[in-house]
């Protein structure tokens, strides 16, 4: 996925850039975040190629706006937030009816869909309120030093913090002085796509920017640096930039590529967590029947800030409740864990598989520190029973005398 995305970003700075400042631009633009999710992989990298890919195509080619639409409407069912800053970001610059139309092809089923199966309460809270307003009262975070507790993540977010908005500004000089010369010179190209898409992507590099205003950690400082770095591109026409901007870029490079190696250090594997998550993944798997229902939670509920969703995934197995990821002010509220433990009784989820080290993890800079229900641990306690207790992980089977669990799996540190 992000070699996918590096190249798509190497071709939009090519539309500005020569080969080799095109070449460390786009790595330095994707090099950061694979170091911060470990084994996960989120929905944002996948939305920003599409996006990424829809600008190219509105700078770099002379295809219809009618693929520019499509591809940004791509990025939009991935991450509804993206899809919209491309496309405002492609509307400076191509024919605005054939990119609306394009995107108007995904955006309308999906919208026809969402309203025929979710009530408009709910759309409104799960797209509309809680993204502008739930990660700032229950994730919301000054900086990436409260979330992750080392002084270093304030160190590296200096580059993280600061590049990009440089980068902006440079972009909108670069627009000025485009400007001036155009007003100088009546002859030169009003209508030069490498001009309007540069003010394409500075909206669309800025909007990205407005995932750092809820909550500032690396991972989302290194999400949306993505698009404000190609910025620089405009910068570099020149093979062989002189000594000042090879310096530049140089200093770019090599403050993205230690931003990737050092914040991985961030994130260490403490005690083979990441094996007892593969481990316990393949013995769940091996445990159920392909439509049997698994629930991924915590082995105390009070605080419910994250969960390894990730073992849903590494198991292939269902899940249990409607609410799959935890979100402290939902998950953690006794109208939440009722309407959970409802599914779970209807689902009959034979396994659990309950985190301990982010049981009680909790921000004091957000309303996730307020412990909440005990509902669901209670349920729990009742209904479930501890098969293998794996350290960082925990099985729990449903109590069910005809089901025998199979042995605990083995991990190795």
């Known amino acids: 996925m992000f ?4 190249l798509v970003a190497y071709r939009l700075a090519r539309c500005w850039a020569a080969r080799g400042p095109a070449v460390a631009l786009s790595v330095s633009a994707v090099v950061m975040l ?3 999710i470990s084994l996960d992989l989120s929905a944002w990298p996948v939305a920003m190629t599409f996006a990424l890919a829809a600008l190219y195509v509105t700078i770099g080619t002379s295809r219809s706006g009618v693929v520019v639409g499509l591809l940004v409407g791509l990025a939009f069912l991935s991450r509804l937030d993206v899809g919209a800053y491309a496309l405002l970001g492609a509307l400076m610059v191509r024919d605005r009816r054939a990119v609306l139309l394009g995107f108007a092809m995904i955006a309308i089923p999906f919208a026809a869909i969402a309203l025929a199966t979710t009530p408009l309460s709910s759309l409104f809270e799960q797209l509309i309120w809680y993204p502008l307003v739930g990660p700032r009262q229950f994730r919301g975070i000054p900086g990436p030093e409260v979330a992750v507790g080392q ?3 304030a160190l590296l977010s200096i580059p993280l913090l600061i590049l990009p908005r440089i980068a902006i500004a440079l972009g909108i000089v670069k627009l000025a002085l485009s400007a001036v010369r155009m007003r100088r010179d009546p002859r030169l190209d009003r209508g030069d796509p490498r001009l309007t898409g540069l003010l394409g992507l500075v909206v669309f590099a800025a909007l990205s920017l407005l995932q750092t205003l809820g909550r500032a950690d690396l991972e989302h400082f290194s999400q949306a640096a993505t698009p404000a770095l190609l910025l620089f591109a405009a910068w570099f026409p020149a093979a062989r930039p002189g000594l000042a901007r090879f310096g530049a870029l140089a ?3 090599a403050a993205s590529v230690v931003v990737g190696l050092i914040g991985h250090r961030l994130h260490p594997d403490a005690s083979g967590y990441d094996k007892t998550l593969v481990a316990t993944s393949d013995w769940v798997r091996a ?3 392909r439509d049997d229902r698994i629930f991924v939670g915590l082995t105390s509920h009070r605080y419910t800030v994250l969960n390894p969703l990730i073992v849903y995934y590494l198991a292939d197995r269902g899940p249990g409740v409607h609410d799959t990821m935890f979100n402290p002010g939902v998950t953690n509220t006794d109208w939440g864990q009722t309407r959970m433990i409802g599914d779970l009784e209807r689902t009959a989820a034979p396994y659990l598989v309950l985190d301990r080290p982010t049981a009680t993890l909790s921000e004091p800079s957000n309303d996730s520190s307020i412990p909440g229900s ?7 306690a009742a209904n479930y ?4 207790d794996l350290g960082g992980l925990v099985i729990q089977a449903r109590n069910n ?3 025998v669990a199979p042995p605990c799996p083995a991990v190795v540190p």
């Open 151 to 153: 002084p270093a993540a």
């Open 3 to 6: 070699c996918g995305e590096a």
């Open 401 to 403: 005398p005809a089901r």
């Open 34 to 36: 694979p170091a911060m």
């Open 385 to 388: 029973h501890t098969v293998c």
């Open 287 to 289: 445990a159920t029947d």
């Open 374 to 380: 005990t509902l669901l641990d209670e349920y729990i």
């Open 251 to 253: 200093a770019i490079t």
